[in-house]
């Protein structure tokens, strides 16, 4: 499911070689992180959510063909510094 959600977002964006999917196993699902070029953020959500919504439905049907559970999430690297 990793290479198949890299090459749709990489599809959508300017900066295709900045993005970077990263698997996370989360109890009896995975979570598959997206890290992009934050001027590309915009395009990979859409127009009130859409682009983002579609390419989660078709995640969860491929991985449910598989088996599987699997949830997306774009993580802005910025967010990870913590307040103090």
């Known amino acids: 499911m990793q290479a198949?959600?890299?090459?749709?977002?990489?599809?959508?964006v300017d900066r295709p070689e900045a993005v970077?999917?990263?698997?996370?196993?989360?109890?009896?699902s995975t979570v598959?992180?997206?890290?992009?070029?934050?001027?590309?953020?915009g395009r990979i959500i859409g127009k009130q959510g859409s682009t983002i919504h579609a390419i989660?439905?078709?995640?969860q049907v491929g991985a449910a063909k598989q088996g599987k559970r699997c949830s997306?999430?774009?993580?802005?690297?910025?967010?990870?510094?913590?307040?103090?």
Do not use: C, H, N, Y
């Open 32 to 41: 598959l992180e997206v890290r992009l070029d934050p001027a590309d953020v």
């Open 4 to 12: 198949f959600v890299e090459f749709i977002v990489k599809g959508l």
């Open 72 to 84: 997306l999430e774009i993580v802005e690297d910025g967010d990870e510094g913590g307040r103090s």
């Open 56 to 59: 989660r439905g078709l995640l």
């Open 20 to 28: 970077m999917v990263t698997p996370v196993t989360k109890g009896d």
